[in-house]
């Protein structure tokens, strides 16, 4: 297992920074964004530091299906997924990436446009 010190999300899913967490298991951890784009914004980290998807390999198979998974379940737990909803994995500068944990955001709650800005 690896985890940053420095790391706000490693932070959050050790419990050392609050967050207002709707789902937790052995391998992901769901909190509020704390500011929510939708009514709905909820962001999945796996437990395990990952920097972003650009340093994902061979070896963070089941690492990335997990969250892909848990934001799935998180959709449905928060009533936006028969509507529909959106998971989106921002990566590096020209991605909007702003925390170098990898996450993926779970919007939903309104209809959203597209292209994303
Ligand atoms: P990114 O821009 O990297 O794709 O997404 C990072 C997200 O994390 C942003 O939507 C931002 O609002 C959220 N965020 C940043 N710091 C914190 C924090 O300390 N707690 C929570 N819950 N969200 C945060
Ligand atoms: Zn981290």
Do not use: K
Request: hydrophobic residues 35%; proline residues 5%.
């Amino acid at each position: 297992m690896s985890s940053e010190s420095d790391c706000i999300f490693c932070g959050i899913a050790a419990g050392r920074i609050a967050s207002d967490i709707v789902r937790e298991d052995e391998r992901t951890v769901a909190f509020r964004d704390t500011n929510p784009q939708a009514p709905t914004h909820v962001l999945v980290i796996p437990r395990d530091h990952l920097t972003s998807l650009d340093h994902a390999g061979p070896d963070d198979r089941d690492l990335l299906g997990d969250v892909l998974r848990a934001a799935g379940e998180v959709a449905r737990s928060e009533g936006i997924a028969d509507a529909g909803y959106r998971t989106v994995i921002n990566t590096g500068e020209e991605g909007g990436q702003s925390v170098g944990h990898l996450h993926a955001h779970v919007l939903g709650g309104r209809r959203l446009t597209w292209p994303p800005g």
